[in-house]
C-alpha cells in the first residue's frame, strides 16, 4: 500500500439481508429478492418494502438511545459498533480526539413527522414529542455514534442523494490524508420505506409496481424492471493510514485507493444518456488511483432497476471499459436504501475482494437486449479479482465512484 491510499480495516452492515456483516453476506450470496409487503405501508398504491429483518432497536441500541432516536440512527450505531469491533479498536483506550465520523443520510428522517404533523394540524402542541426535531436531524446518525463510540474528532454529515454513504467514505479518506484525524468511521443509513418516501416516489414514477410479487420487483438491468424497492440499512468502515494499521497489527480487509465525484449539472432526475457525468466521476476515481481500467476487475453497481438510469449506467461503463469486467447490483436482493446504498456498495466490494466472489443479482431473468454487460446473476461467481470499482449516482446528478484494492 503506499501512503497515498487508506486500509479498511473493520466493516460493520445491517440491511434487509441480515443483521451484520456475515448475515448480510449470506443473504447477498443467495441470490433471492427480499421484498416483501409491508404494513406500514398499508393502503399505499406501493405498499411492499425491503425491510432489516427482526431489528429491535431498544434490545440492540439501548432504550433510551432507541427512545430518543429515529431508526435510521438505530441502523447506523449498530453498523458502527461492528465495523469498530471488526477493526479491533477499544474506545475506551483510544485517542478519541484523533477520530473522526463521517456518515452519509440522503435526507432527513420522516419516521416521526406523520404523527406529529398530525398533532400540529390538530392544535395538540403540547403533544409533540420534545425528540421530534432532534431524531430526525440528519447529523444525528453521526453525532450518535461520536458519542457511543468516544469518537471526538471532526464530526460531518454528507448529503448527496443516493450517493452520500460513498461520498462519506471518499470525505474520511480525504481526513486522513490531510491528517486531521488517525481513524475515521464513515459510511452511510437510511430508512427509506416510510410512507411520505414510497407516496412521493411512487408520484415520480420511480418506484416498482409489483404488487402482485414483491419478492421479484427489483430487478436491475432485467427486461422487465420497473422501478426499484425501498429499503434500508447502514454500513460503515473503519479507515486508517497504511502505516498506523501496520503499527497496531490490523487486519486490513482491503484498501481505498481511489475517490471520484462530480455532478451533472443537467436535470434533478435524469442523467445525460450517454453517463458524461457518472463518467467524469468514475475515470477521476482511477485518475486518483494511478490505476488503468485494465486493473478493475469488477464492478457493484448503483443498479437500481430504474429503467433510465440501468441504461445509462451500462453505457457509461461499456464507453470507459469496453468489455467491462463482470458487474453486479446488490439491490436485486436488498432493495434501495438511498443514503445508505452506496455504503453498503462500497462495503460488499471490499468483501467480494477479499473473498475472490461476485454476489449474484436478483431477478435478472432476461437482460435488457440494450445493456451489454456480463451481469453475474442466480449464483456467485468465483472469480480473480485485484481491483474493483463501487458505484453511486443521486438525484440532483450526484455521483460518487470508490475504488478498491485487495490486499
Known sequence: MSERE???????????????????????????????????????????????????????????????????????LVAAREAVADAALDPATWDGARVAVVMGVGGNSADCWGREYGNLAEGRIEAISPTALLRSLPNMAAGEISTDLRALGPCLTTSTACASGATAIGTARDLL???????????????ARLPMASA???????????????????????????????????????????????????????????????????????????????????????????????????????????????????????AVFGAPPPVTSLKGVIGHSLGAAGAINAACTVLALERQLVPPTANLDRLDDGIDLDVVTKVPRRHRMAGAISNAFGHGGQNAVLFFRST
Open 177 to 191: 490524508r490531510s491528517g486531521a484525524c488517525d481513524i475515521a468511521i464513515a459510511g452511510g443509513a437510511e430508512c
Open 6 to 76: 487508506v486500509a479498511v480495516t473493520g466493516i460493520g452492515m445491517v440491511t434487509p439481508a441480515g443483521i451484520g456483516r456475515e448475515a448480510t453476506w449470506d443473504g447477498l450470496c443467495a441470490g433471492v429478492g427480499l421484498g416483501a409487503h409491508d404494513d406500514e405501508l398499508a393502503g399505499l398504491p406501493v405498499d411492499f418494502s425491503c425491510r432489516v429483518p427482526g431489528f429491535d432497536g431498544g434490545a440492540l441500541v439501548g432504550r433510551q438511545v432507541a427512545w430518543r432516536n429515529d431508526r435510521f440512527i438505530h441502523l447506523a
Open 200 to 318: 412521493a416516489f411512487h408520484r415520480m414514477r420511480a418506484l416498482s409496481g409489483r404488487r402482485h410479487d414483491p419478492a421479484g420487483a427489483s430487478r436491475p438491468f432485467d427486461a422487465e424492471r420497473d422501478g426499484f424497492v425501498l429499503g434500508e440499512g447502514a454500513a460503515v468502515l473503519v479507515l486508517e493510514r497504511p502505516r498506523d494499521a501496520r503499527a497496531r497489527g490490523a487486519r486490513t480487509r482491503g484498501v481505498l485507493s481511489g475517490y471520484g465525484a462530480s455532478s451533472d449539472g443537467r436535470h434533478p432526475t435524469y442523467p445525460a444518456p450517454d453517463g458524461a457525468g457518472a463518467r467524469r466521476a468514475l475515470e477521476a476515481a482511477l485518475a486518483d488511483a494511478r490505476a488503468g481500467v485494465d486493473e478493475v476487475h469488477h464492478v457493484i453497481a448503483h443498479g437500481t432497476a430504474a429503467p433510465v438510469t440501468d441504461q445509462v449506467e451500462a453505457t457509461l461503463l461499456c
